[in-house]
């Protein structure tokens, strides 16, 4: 499976979730799309982000087909290097995710921007449940970005979550 598509590492009892995505959007564009709370709201849920190192993030994910106390996601900040590095900590109730950290890497590529997403520190479950989830928010950005409709998230998950292999 490509990294486009997610690629899931396990080591002992925690796991890894990696994706690359190549858009055909500026470094700049694609940085304000996952950080700016008016832009991120569209296409992931209701955010707020202090942004600073040390700074809180919260969402809420506007997919998951549960009640926003299990769905809501917060953490500290701990890289902020416009336009490049954006990594917090996130916490959430659901499927027993108590800790783990999400990165966001944007470098230049030949025709935008090369997007490198991991979630680190994941239960071996929770991944296999995040993966599906992951790609279709990573979808929802795309299309965000491209001006598009949005993905319905839970369409994409369960088409995503049936194509992939066990």
Same mark, same amino acid.
């Given at each position: 499976?490509?990294?486009?598509?997610?690629?899931?590492?396990?080591?002992?009892?925690?796991?890894?979730?990696?994706?690359?995505?190549?858009?055909?959007?500026?470094?700049?564009?694609?940085?304000?799309?996952?950080?700016? /709370?008016?832009?991120?709201?569209?296409?992931?849920?209701?955010?707020?982000?202090?942004?600073?190192?040390?700074?809180?993030?919260?969402?809420?994910?506007?997919?998951?087909?549960?009640? /926003?106390?299990?769905?809501?996601?917060?953490?500290?900040?701990?890289?902020?290097?416009?336009?490049?590095?954006?990594?917090?900590?996130?916490?959430?109730?659901?499927?027993?995710?108590?800790?783990?950290?999400?990165?966001?890497?944007?470098?230049?590529?030949?025709?935008?921007?090369?997007?490198?997403?991991?979630?680190?520190?994941?239960?071996?479950?929770?991944?296999?449940?995040?993966?599906?989830?992951?790609?279709?928010?990573?979808?929802?950005?795309?299309?965000?970005?491209?001006?598009?409709?949005?993905?319905?998230?839970?369409?994409?998950?369960?088409?995503?979550?049936?194509?992939?292999? /066990?």
């Amino acid at each position: 499976m490509s990294r486009h598509e997610g690629e899931l590492i396990v080591q002992g009892e925690l796991a890894t979730l990696r994706f690359e995505r190549r858009l055909p959007y500026p470094v700049e564009a694609v940085w304000s799309a996952i950080t700016e /709370p008016a832009q991120r709201t569209r296409w992931m849920g209701a955010t707020t982000i202090d942004a600073r190192p040390g700074g809180l993030i919260e969402m809420i994910p506007n997919g998951p087909p549960y009640p /926003p106390e299990r769905t809501r996601v917060s953490g500290r900040i701990l890289v902020w290097d416009p336009p490049h590095v954006f990594e917090h900590e996130w916490q959430q109730q659901i499927l027993g995710v108590k800790g783990g950290v999400v990165r966001y890497e944007l470098s230049p590529d030949v025709d935008g921007t090369l997007l490198r997403f991991t979630h680190r520190g994941l239960s071996v479950p929770g991944a296999k449940g995040f993966r599906p989830g992951t790609h279709a928010f990573l979808d929802r950005l795309t299309a965000h970005l491209a001006g598009q409709p949005l993905p319905d998230w839970q369409q994409r998950y369960r088409e995503i979550a049936d194509s992939i292999t /066990p």
